[in-house]
């Protein structure tokens, strides 16, 4: 085990730790959890990581490194109506399809025959009110938020990566030195596991349930899959959709979404710097495990810290994190000319963020995207 590997698990972990954890508490939020269980969610989706990170990269001695799904958290938390219960019957049943897709060849095919410009325009809806509401926090609280986009917008000129964590720590350097933040009581740690029993109702498992599969397979695990073949892995791709789906699925029980393949921060974890024998490369995989096991650990130190944020500060993260992943979304929307005005009506359903009978603006989106589209199509 090489310092170098070490070193890019710790960067890996902590860029996408600090970059959209806020997001994850976003999410909890939005689905009324209370502290115990935002915390369990945490540890869950951090545990939930290492053990597939760690599994994979063992069996099958390539660097195999798994996030949380930060377009399901954006999901997550634009959904209303929802209480945890029926959060977490949504949350085991993404993860039973992902599981499903490694297990069950049609069900692949069949997801892999949504239009990719249909299937970004989802993603794009769902983010974009989030970025939308960036500018409005910064009119709130200017002297918070300036430092944060400032210092956001110079480190990402040299290391994109590295800019929304760096946006977090001048966010919170700004916060307690102004003394618009103080340090709360820290609780104890490690958290407890809080069992949530899932509550299976129709109106949220095609609202939230479904879509949360979807974004997850378009926008990260397809992503994740590439990323390796361009550092020169093959990955094992049904294996690690059936590890992660069931992992998902587990943790779902204590609150915890969806996890799957990375994609920025496993380009972190594969480059020449890391070894240099790539053979040896799957190691980092161990390495990234230990540290999202002290993160899962130490998880309710940093939800306290950042839940004593001012509101809008934590609003102008949140946009920051996402205008990367959105500029994708919308590239990738736009990117097929015949797609683009069936892209076009599922980024305006979704991003309304309207729900009908009790299904979120998700579904309705991608379905009324996928109904022009095959018009179109019959129409050629």
């Known amino acids: 085990m090489r310092p170098s590997l070490i070193s890019a698990a710790l960067v890996a972990a902590l860029v996408g730790y600090g970059s959209t954890i806020a997001l994850v508490l976003a999410a909890a939020q939005a689905l009324g959890a209370t502290a115990d269980q935002t915390a369990s969610w945490v540890m869950g989706v951090c545990f939930a990581k290492a053990t597939g990170s760690a599994l994979l990269s063992t069996l099958y001695r390539v660097p195999v490194v798994l996030a949380w799904s930060t377009p399901g958290a954006a999901l997550i938390a634009a959904s209303s109506g929802y209480g945890m219960a029926e959060g977490v019957a949504a949350f085991l049943l993404a993860g039973l399809l992902i599981a499903a897709t490694g297990l ?119 992503p994740g899959f590439a990323t390796m073949r361009a550092a020169g892995y093959e990955p094992p791709v049904a294996p690690a959709l059936t590890v992660t789906g069931l992992i998902s699925a587990s943790t779902a029980l204590i609150g915890a979404h969806t996890v799957n393949m990375a994609a920025i921060t496993a380009a972190i974890c594969m480059g020449d710097d890391v070894h240099p024998d790539r053979a040896q490369r799957w190691k980092v995989g161990l390495a990234y495990a230990g540290v999202w096991v002290i993160l899962g650990l130490t998880g309710p130190v940093v939800i306290a810290i950042l839940a004593a944020l001012p509101p809008a500060l934590m609003t102008a993260l949140v946009a920051l994190a996402l205008l990367g992943p959105l500029m994708g979304a919308l590239t990738g929307a736009f990117a097929t000319p ?7 009506m599922t980024l305006a359903v979704t991003g309304a963020g309207v729900a009908f009978a009790g299904i979120g603006a998700a579904f309705w989106g991608l379905l009324a995207g996928l109904t022009i589209w095959v018009l179109e199509r019959r129409a050629a």
């Open 338 to 344: 015949d797609q683009r005005f069936a892209a076009t």
């Open 104 to 222: 069950i060849r049609p069900l692949g095919t069949l997801v892999a025959k949504i239009p990719d410009g249909i299937a970004a325009a989802m993603l794009a809806g769902v983010l974009l009110p989030f970025v939308l509401k960036g500018a409005g926090a910064a009119q709130a609280a200017p002297f918070l938020v300036a430092p944060m986009v400032g210092l956001f917008a110079l480190v990402r000129l040299k290391n994109p990566a590295m800019a929304v964590l760096a946006a977090l720590a001048a966010g919170l350097a700004t916060a307690f030195a102004s003394g618009a933040a103080t340090l709360p009581p820290l609780p104890p740690i490690p958290p407890t596991p809080t069992f949530i029993a899932p509550e299976f109702h129709w109106a949220a498992l095609i609202g939230l349930g479904l879509p949360l599969y979807l974004v997850t397979m378009a926008s990260q695990n397809l």
